[in-house]
């Protein structure tokens, strides 16, 4: 079948790719507009592999939340530039992503990619992506989070660079309430604690922080003796800068998050959290405990 102007645009409208690529397309398949799709997608997964040498440090991150927020999914899809993380297909994309992550709970990432999404598969559907933008686009990290009675709240910050999952021990019973938990959500994506409470900080990492603390201070001259209350001292305000109901409020400087959290309701805590910074490379994201149901 000869190849028209025509079927080129409308496979281009279809798919997003070049001209060139669609016309390509159309020629392999003989002008069957179903089988130059599918040239298409394979063409994308296949340019995915020669693209691995180059940086995806953009991207975005997307949360979802269940109607009843007992269960929550926060994504992170990375790609080479800020002009396709802003293209509205990308975004509908990631959003996509979540949405499927919240609500199929896919076992893992094969599971995930090979979720029905109208006909598609998800994979099908990166696969087009990759094939209309020519660059790396990289599912980087998803989780979901289950509440068995308590209640999830995200945040995401503008410009969707930096999201929040944060589950309480309670629901809201007001809207000032939710408000208060909002506030604290942001409060983890300002702060950027590591822990929520004391207790949670793992021998290993105290171990470490007091021989730094010592050394520090011995190289400024004081004796072993005073160098180690120093480092003790140091490690109360490690708790009050990295564990989260220790931390200073960042809206009101008078009160601390656990403050806070005991004007929620009849008082609150927090199970646990998730932060994720667009492009970072440490895997200390996620507050105790780790399992997600």
Request: charge should be negative; hydrophobic fraction near 40%.
């Amino acid at each position: 079948m000869a190849v028209t102007l025509d079927m080129v645009k409308s496979l281009r409208e279809a798919t997003g790719a070049g001209m060139a690529d669609c016309k390509k397309a159309l020629d392999e398949a003989n002008g069957d507009m179903n089988g130059a799709i599918e040239y298409l997608r394979k063409r994308g997964a296949a340019s995915a592999a020669k693209r691995t040498d180059r940086a995806a440090n953009e991207g975005l991150i997307v949360t979802k939340t269940s109607p009843d927020n007992t269960a929550a999914a926060i994504v992170e899809i990375n790609c080479e530039t800020d002009f396709v993380a802003r293209n509205e297909e990308f975004v509908q994309f990631v959003h996509t992503v979540a949405e499927t992550v919240l609500t199929a709970d896919p076992a893992n990432e094969e599971a995930l990619l090979a979720t029905d999404i109208g006909g598609k598969k998800l994979g099908d559907l990166m696969n087009e992506m990759l094939a209309k933008f020519s660059e790396r686009i990289v599912l980087k990290r998803y989780e979901r989070l289950q509440s068995a009675s308590g209640f999830i709240v995200d945040y995401i910050h503008t410009g969707n660079k930096l999201g929040v999952l944060l589950e309480f021990t309670t629901a809201p019973a007001n809207d000032n309430d939710r408000a208060l938990m909002r506030d604290i959500a942001m409060q983890i994506a300002a702060m950027s604690p590591r822990f929520i409470r004391r207790s949670d900080v793992d021998a290993a990492t105290l171990t470490k922080e007091r021989e730094i603390y010592t050394e520090q201070a011995i190289q400024q001259g004081k004796k072993p003796d005073i160098a180690q209350k120093i480092a003790e001292g140091r490690i109360e305000k490690f708790y009050q800068e990295f564990c989260l109901v220790e931390q200073t409020f960042v809206k009101d400087s008078g009160k601390t998050v656990s403050d806070v959290l005991k004007s929620i309701g009849s008082g609150a805590d927090v199970v646990r959290f998730r932060r994720f910074f667009l492009g970072e490379t440490t895997d200390s994201t996620a507050s105790s405990p780790t399992s997600n149901n």
